[in-house]
């Protein structure tokens, strides 16, 4: 059930992956001895694909981002991005990080505008392009706040849009609506889907919750815990434009159903292990 | 923001009003003779004397002596503990080996190689802010180091995945993130800085407020002394007040 690269699902055209993950393994090297976090991973992604990684906590989702990222080097394997290996932080990708990543020191405007600060765009326009941004997220009316002031979920928002704004042909998101509430996240979802099929986007998204996993993506990969393996990859086949009506379908229910019995079995592996290294470590 | 101002006068009145309190403290207990005359004077005595020391001590040349000595040292203190900083922070080796010195040099009581100060620089105002500049410069580097060590590693991702040049890394984003660390460096470097200089004055008899109070103090005038003392005062005052807005300017709202 390890490594296997699926193959295109019927419905795809014959173009080439924009990304191709193939056989990746990294280790880290902690006290305890090598620990395998990702270990031989390989799926690929066609262009304006919207993929889901779902896997337990601690399964090596957001090693396998880091890697994806060009964050860090020392694995085995290969990513290639249009053809090409990448080599430390490519281009056509941008990241949300699991964890808070705003500049405290600069106001919601200025963080988001960051990016096109970096690519030299004039004051007006990068301010412009920015405010386009904020409200997509639906941050309107925060623009000078600072990231202090504003909450968890906030301060979320203003990385995805500092992230939109940099206008990845990839889009790599890490739990981005981890801190928010279940209304919230599912019209933020839907938000982000909107924008995906707008500016025909590839994203790839991570996350711990099957339903939303399901309503936005056209492909599942399903992780192992320990080491991080693909344990299934699930085309969902749900008519495309989605709205947030999918949830209550029949459809919707019942890959929901099967993606839980995956995970079921992996999740509850890692929480046997967390409470056997407790046991041990007392 | 009117909120913000509103709630900056309270702290300000309280801590004239303990100021206060303790200077009639001190002047009730000298009067009834718990503490001596003859070690000190009263508040009001010197208070009194202010008019004085400054019109025939020449204080605002003195001040100004005392001041800009401290803004070189301090200016030089900032760069060069930065520097040495942001050094320790690069290259692991040099701070492997040197970190533990560098810490030990904070300690040091430099003031006491003043006489090879006085050999090298001569007694000239150089001599004051070198040992200045060299009694700030180890707090300035460690905290440097410290505030770039401690920067959250989703920001440096941040940078790199924005693919920043090693230069935009470090202005906009290490150094800005290190900015409060680095200040608190500045802070603790220029209280070490400005008693060293006030020290060397006094020591070596030349130049501003230090070399004055020397005066003053072998003249037994012990009112003037202590208004001289709080002039010392007024320069770490203005050179708090500056760096706080320095600060402010590079981190607003934090
Ligand atoms: N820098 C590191 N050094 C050592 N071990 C690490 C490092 N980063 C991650 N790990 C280990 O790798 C494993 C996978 O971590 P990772 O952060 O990828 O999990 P995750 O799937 O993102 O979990 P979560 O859903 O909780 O965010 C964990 O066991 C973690 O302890
Ligand atoms: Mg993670």
């Given amino acids: ?282 | 923001m009117r909120e913000a101002r509103r709630y900056r006068l309270p702290p300000i009145a309280f801590g004239l009003g303990t100021v206060i309190l303790a200077f009639a403290v001190i002047e009730v207990l000298i009067r009834a003779d718990v503490i001596s005359q003859y070690v000190m004077p009263t508040p009001w005595q010197v208070l009194l004397s202010f008019g004085r020391v400054v019109a025939e001590e020449d204080i605002p040349h003195r001040f100004l002596a005392t001041a800009g000595e401290c803004l070189a040292a301090g200016a030089l203190m900032s760069v060069f503990g930065m520097l040495l900083g942001v050094a320790l922070y690069r290259f692991r080796l040099l701070r492997a080996a040197t970190e533990t010195w560098v810490a030990a040099f904070a300690a040091a009581p430099l003031v006491l190689a003043y006489p090879l100060f006085l050999v090298i620089f001569g007694r000239t105002a150089w001599t004051i802010i070198m040992i200045g500049f060299l009694s700030g410069l180890a707090p300035v580097a460690l905290k440097t180091l410290e505030g770039l060590t401690g920067v959250r590693p989703a920001l440096l991702n941040v940078g790199r995945s924005f693919r920043l040049t090693p230069a935009q890394q470090f202005w906009k984003v290490l150094f800005p993130a290190a900015v409060p660390t680095i200040f608190v460096g500045f802070r603790l470097g220029f209280i070490f800085a400005l008693i060293n200089v006030v020290g060397v004055e006094f020591l070596i008899n030349f130049g501003g407020l230090g070399q004055l109070i020397n005066e003053l103090a072998e003249r037994y005038d012990l009112p003037g002394t202590y208004a001289a003392i709080t002039f010392v005062i007024l320069v770490s005052v203005l050179f708090f007040i500056a760096l706080e807005g320095i600060e402010r300017w590079l981190r607003p709202a934090s």
């Fill in chain 1, 1 to 282: 059930m390890s490594a296997k690269v699926m193959p295109f699902a019927p419905q795809a055209t014959m173009e080439m992956p924009i990304l191709v993950v193939e056989d990746v393994v990294k280790r880290f090297d902690t006290p305890e001895g090598p620990l395998t976090a990702v270990d031989h991973m390989s799926f690929s992604v066609r262009e304006g694909e919207f993929v889901s990684i779902i896997g337990p906590s601690g399964c090596g989702k957001s090693t396998l981002f880091s890697v994806l990222g060009g964050l860090v080097g020392g694995y085995e394997g290969k990513v290639t991005i249009e053809g090409q290996p990448i080599a430390g932080p490519h281009p056509a990708i941008g990241m949300v990080f699991q964890e808070d990543s705003t500049f405290p020191w600069r106001s919601v405007l200025d963080n988001v505008a960051f990016p096109l600060e970096i690519q030299g765009m004039s004051r007006a326009d990068r301010y412009a392009r920015a405010r386009h941004f904020i409200a997509m997220v639906g941050l309107e009316g925060f623009e000078k706040r600072f990231p202090a002031e504003l909450s968890g979920g906030m301060r979320q928002r203003v990385s995805i849009a500092r992230t939109l704004a940099f206008q990845p042909k990839i889009l790599l998101m890490d739990e981005p609506f981890g801190a928010l509430d279940e209304q919230t996240r599912l019209l933020l979802g839907d938000k982000v889907l909107q924008i995906q099929q707008q500016l025909r986007q590839t994203m790839l998204l991570i996350t711990h919750s099957i339903s939303e996993a399901v309503q936005l993506s056209d492909r599942i990969v399903v992780m192992t815990y320990r080491p991080g393996r693909v344990k299934r990859i699930i085309d969902i086949d749900l008519p495309r434009p989605r709205s947030i009506d999918v949830v209550s379908s029949e459809a919707f229910g019942r890959y929901v159903a099967a993606i839980w019995s995956d995970l079921r079995d992996e999740a509850s592996r890692g929480m046997n292990d967390a409470e056997a290294r407790q046991r041990s470590s007392s």
